[in-house]
């Protein structure tokens, strides 16, 4: 099956720096997305990216598919952004399963 | 709009004891259903998805089983919970293979 690694695995900020989390994965993948799990573990979408690039506020994410990786920036950093960021992938034969990633887990420091 | 209820939130079963979680989508039609277990500091494994009623696929051999009797629900089952059984369980839907999931808030069970 595709093997999903991010990275760095722990990251810790100053309010208001800058961060890139990173996603690499195994095969050619057709469903990409990005979720951040809060403290009480519930699993907020942020992005929906199989390619391309996309930006939602202080959030943007980028996916080069023919490179197997893809980028989550975050910019401006606040405290409210501490958690586990998780990538996960998917094959388009597959029903639709997703391969999670071990997350990276942002602290936020103000 | 769709939404995805899970329930409940917390759940503290004996060890031996059935086991019965329940998640229902609402506001969407033929749902491609999923349960997952997340392990402390881990990330999310799959244990069972389901592209119709009554079709149910299992990703990895365990004490569990899923059964989907609508077209919207879904429900993870244990005859007998194990320890190794404790664990975060979220369910999940998407429109069709390649679209975006949503999960539920999840189920934290722990097995004593």
């Known amino acids: 099956g595709i093997q999903v690694e991010q990275s760095p695995p722990d990251l810790i900020l100053q309010e208001g720096a800058n961060s890139t989390l990173r996603c690499n994965f195994s095969?050619?993948?057709?469903?990409l997305q990005w979720f951040h799990q809060n403290p009480w573990g519930q699993l907020i979408n942020l992005f929906y990216?199989?390619?391309g690039t996309k930006q939602n506020g202080r959030l943007s994410a980028t996916t080069v598919a023919t490179e197997r990786y893809s980028l989550l920036y975050i910019s401006s950093s606040q405290t409210t952004d501490s958690g586990v960021y998780f990538c996960a992938v998917g094959a388009d034969t597959n029903a639709g399963k997703s391969t999670f990633g071990d997350g990276t887990t942002l602290t936020v420091k103000p | 709009s769709q939404t995805i209820h899970q329930w409940p939130a917390t759940l503290v079963q004996p060890v031996g004891s059935p086991l019965s979680l329940e998640c229902t989508v609402e506001g969407t039609s033929n749902p491609n259903l999923y349960w997952y277990r997340q392990a402390a500091g881990r990330g999310l494994q799959l244990l069972f998805y389901s592209v119709g009623i009554g079709q149910i696929s299992s990703e990895v051999p365990q004490n569990l089983s899923a059964s989907r009797p609508q077209d919207r629900q879904f429900i993870l089952s244990s005859k007998k919970l194990l320890l190794s059984d404790s664990g975060f369980y979220l369910c999940?839907?998407?429109?069709?293979?390649?679209?975006?999931?949503?999960f539920g808030q999840g189920t934290r069970l722990t097995v004593v």
């Open positions: 095969d050619s993948v057709n469903n």
């Open positions: 999940a839907w998407r429109r069709q293979m390649n679209t975006e999931a949503f």
């Open positions: 990216i199989p390619s």
